[in-house]
């Protein structure tokens, strides 16, 4: 099973932030607990008590089969939604494509306030008991759309259903990861807990993969009410996953531990510290003396410490500025490239048929081999015969690149399609671009997460997850955008328009980067001649620039 620390992504850092701050309460109890003595008489006082061996969660399981025929449903919504707006709703291309992002982009907004009502008001279990309800409501209303009854309301209908679906499944995505981190009881489950999220991590994807795999097969293979493709069959299938799921998840209640809400949402503090201080630096009748820092205006308001953890997490966030284009690139696989597939052959040379959708199921195929290959092989060949050890930014830096290079692939693939008769070119054609997306996905996507992640201080570790989330959102706008402005002649031109930006976009990393990483080690610096005392560890030591003449030419 791979290694939790190397893999952790979007679905499940989001739990990590709570086993963060109860790590730190359960520890110190702990140890208390154990200082003291057990009262009694003459030898029984010298006697510790040892701790009751922990049993592994029984409640893991539900919430593990709950995101597999979670993850399963919606993403296999995200694989055929864009052929079913095309041929079943008669919609262009570019309205299918849109539609597309902007149900990807609510189901990476509103994780964001799922995570405040489980956080402070509701809890995981209840908060996700309430959007199941709506999302449960949507994939009915999907079913019903579907049918060939409805006439012109149609379209209002798929939008409002699609929309119920994005909601509900965004919403829980945190939800669902943090539940099932707080079953475990650590500091004496630490290693436990680690396999769990290796565990969730596997079932996601492997959701995903199915998600590839068996919606457009029913798709094809099944035909009603006189049509080739038979879409209602599929939103059945989806929505019987997600309702099982559902059931699944509701049996888990009578395992679920207790959850106690936080005093305080660090969310909405984090923006109630931005905004007061903005408000206060803009306002011209202020008397105040100017800081030397904008967000010192807060001070005031808000203790220094707190101030200090937000202006850390504001320089992250001005680090990965470029993320939402990469994510841009990543949300294109179940739009562009799969019209892409429409138009090739997509009969392999074993004389296997796939389905357009299908094709794209080969992403999490090479993620899956990428990630062990990766970390047991590539990694220690670097570390033994070079003596290299990539360090995160670096790691993103190369991510960047291949994608880009990917949607270069992209492009001149079109550019060839064009060129051959109609569906001539083999899909196998695409293995190159979804290798190079993939590789991006690996070297950018999850130590990038994990960089911005550990670095972050431990309050606001929900903070810095809810920004990842809002890059991905983001990505997709950009894509939205530049449909809605329809600057391209042809679709060949859209892909090498997007590598291009993507390179752009590489290069404002590095030099964020460079800053950043300079800023640190100024910063760490400066605080070591402040104290005039042993220099305390230096977690971004492996990121700083070298200043000897030989490293001139590193970045990082």
Request: net charge positive.
């Amino acid at each position: 099973m791979f290694r939790a620390s190397q893999i952790a992504s979007e679905e499940t850092l989001p739990a990590l932030s709570v086993i963060t701050f109860n790590e730190n309460l359960s520890k110190s109890r702990f140890q208390k607990f154990f200082a003291k003595k057990p009262q009694g008489y003459g030898l029984v006082t010298n006697l510790t008590r040892q701790p009751r061996p922990t049993k592994y969660p029984i409640a893991i399981i539900f919430v593990l089969l709950t995101k597999l025929l979670e993850a399963f449903a919606a993403n296999g919504m995200r694989t055929i939604l864009a052929l079913y707006l095309r041929d079943d709703l008669n919609l262009s291309e570019s309205v299918s494509t849109i539609v597309l992002h902007i149900f990807n982009f609510f189901g990476q907004f509103c994780p964001i306030f799922g995570a405040i009502l489980a956080d402070s008001y509701m809890g995981n279990v209840r908060s996700i008991t309430s959007f199941y309800f709506l999302y449960g409501f949507g994939w009915l209303l999907l079913i019903i759309t579907s049918l060939p009854y409805l006439g012109s309301v149609l379209i209002f209908l798929v939008s409002t259903s699609l929309l119920f679906i994005a909601v509900g499944n965004g919403s829980t995505r945190a939800c669902v990861a943090s539940l099932g981190a707080l079953q475990f009881q650590v500091p004496e489950q630490a290693k436990q807990l680690a396999e769990y999220f290796s565990l969730y991590y596997f079932v996601y994807y492997m959701g995903i993969f199915l998600s590839k795999i068996l919606p457009p097969m029913i798709r094809a293979k099944v035909q009603c009410f006189n049509k080739s493709d038979c879409y209602p069959a599929v939103f059945g299938t989806l929505a019987s996953s997600f309702f099982l799921g559902w059931i699944i998840f509701t049996f888990g209640k009578f395992f679920y531990k207790a959850e106690k809400l936080s005093e305080e949402n660090i969310l909405l503090k984090f923006y109630g510290c931005v905004k007061y201080a903005l408000a206060k630096k803009w306002c011209k009748k202020s008397l105040t003396k100017r800081p030397n820092y904008w967000l010192h205006y807060a001070l005031d308001k808000y203790d220094d410490s707190f101030v200090n953890e937000v202006a850390k997490v504001l320089k992250l966030a001005k680090l990965f500025l470029p993320l939402p284009l990469y994510f841009a690139l990543l949300a294109q696989q179940d739009s562009s490239w799969t019209f892409q597939a429409s138009l090739m052959n997509t009969t392999l040379s074993s004389g296997i048929k796939l389905q357009p959708d299908q094709a794209k199921a080969i992403g999490p195929v090479f993620l899956f081999i990428l990630i062990p290959f990766m970390q047991y092989i590539v990694k220690p060949i670097l570390l033994k015969v070079c003596n290299y050890d990539m360090k995160p930014l670096q790691s993103v830096a190369l991510g960047a690149f291949f994608s880009a290079l990917s949607f270069i692939c992209a492009a001149l693939l079109q550019k060839y399609i064009y060129l051959q008769p109609p569906k001539s070119v083999n899909v196998c054609w695409q293995i190159p671009q979804f290798l190079l997306l993939m590789l991006g996905e690996l070297l950018l996507s999850i130590p990038g997460l994990q960089f911005a992640f550990t670095q972050a201080p431990p309050s606001m570790k929900s903070v810095v997850t809810a920004a990842w989330f809002l890059n991905n959102a983001f990505g997709n706008l950009i894509v939205v955008l530049f449909k809605e402005l329809a600057p391209f002649n042809n679709q060949s031109d859209e892909f090498f328009f997007y590598g291009i930006i993507m390179f752009i976009g590489l290069m404002v990393y590095i030099f964020l980067a460079y800053d950043y990483v300079s800023q640190e080690r100024l910063g760490h610096h400066l605080l070591l001649i402040a104290n005039e005392a042993t220099p305390l560890q230096d977690t971004f030591k492996d990121e700083l620039p070298s200043t000897s003449k030989s490293n001139k030419g590193e970045i990082f």
